[in-house]
T-cell receptor, first 112, second 109 residues
Framework: NAGVTQTPKFRVLKTGQSMTLLCAQDMNHEYMYWYRQDPGMGLRLIHYSVGEGTTAKGEVPDGYNVSRLKKQNFLLGLESAAPSQTSVYFC???????????FGDGTRLSIL | TQLLEQSPQFLSIQEGENLTVYCNSSSVFSSLQWYRQEPGEGPVLLVTVVTGGEVKKLKRLTFQFGDARKDSSLHITAAQPGDTGLYLCAGPNDYKLSFGAGTTVTVRA
């Protein structure tokens, strides 16, 4: 059972570079989320999607874009990476919005 | 703005001791979820509490939901090194979850 799979697991970028983080779930979940986790700040929601073709802003959306072209995939893009975006990024999915979320194992991103 | 406040932020205890972690809010929640996150992994759901005053037990872990549904606690009896991790509470907020900042628990052998 794969659940939620995030790729890549680690990445180092230079300031100004761009990249895309991929999240894939095989549970047929409607809702998908992208969070960043920083020490002492818990999980902060970046963007989320309530179904294929939809996206919405979360708590900290600036500097990020997302797309949900297929139900099973949720992509997070950084157009011009900044050192403040150094973090651990988690993707999660759930069947309905208030239900417990299933998380991937994270992408550790360092921006120099 | 953090809707859910967790305390303490850090907790280090000896194997066999008991511990309690708190999750408080000024808002009423329809339910609260507790997750545990181990280093290098994503959070994993431990339990959901739904009814005010509810008590749920999961082996040595006891979860309580306050009568007013504004707070919750997690009590671990006779902690073991395997209980080490980051404990997060989360409450539903429209189509999303609001997470507390977490309590890092370290159980020393």
């Amino acid at each position: 059972n794969a659940g939620v799979t995030q790729t890549p697991k680690f990445r180092v970028l230079k300031t100004g570079q761009s990249m895309t983080l991929l999240c894939a779930q095989d549970m047929n979940h409607e809702y998908m989320y992208w969070y960043r986790q920083d020490p002492g700040m818990g999980l902060r929601l970046i963007h989320y999607s309530v179904g294929e073709g939809t996206t919405a802003k979360g708590e900290v959306p600036d500097g990020y874009n997302v797309s949900r072209l297929k139900k099973q995939n949720f992509l997070l893009g950084l157009e011009s990476a900044a050192p403040s975006q150094t973090s651990v990024y988690f993707c999660a999915s759930t069947r309905t919005g208030n239900q417990p979320q299933h998380f991937g194992d994270g992408t550790r991103l360092s921006i120099l | 703005t953090q809707l859910l406040e967790q305390s303490p932020q850090f907790l280090s205890i000896q194997e066999g001791e008991n511990l309690t972690v708190y999750c408080n809010s000024s808002s009423v929640f329809s339910s609260l979820q507790w997750y545990r996150q181990e280093p290098g992994e994503g959070p994993v759901l431990l339990v959901t509490v739904v009814t005010g005053g509810e008590v749920k037990k999961l082996k040595r872990l006891t979860f309580q939901f306050g009568d007013a549904r504004k707070d919750s606690s997690l009590h671990i009896t006779a902690a073991q090194p395997g209980d080490t991790g980051l404990y997060l509470c989360a409450g539903p907020n429209d189509y999303k979850l609001s997470f507390g900042a977490g309590t890092t628990v370290t159980v020393r052998a």
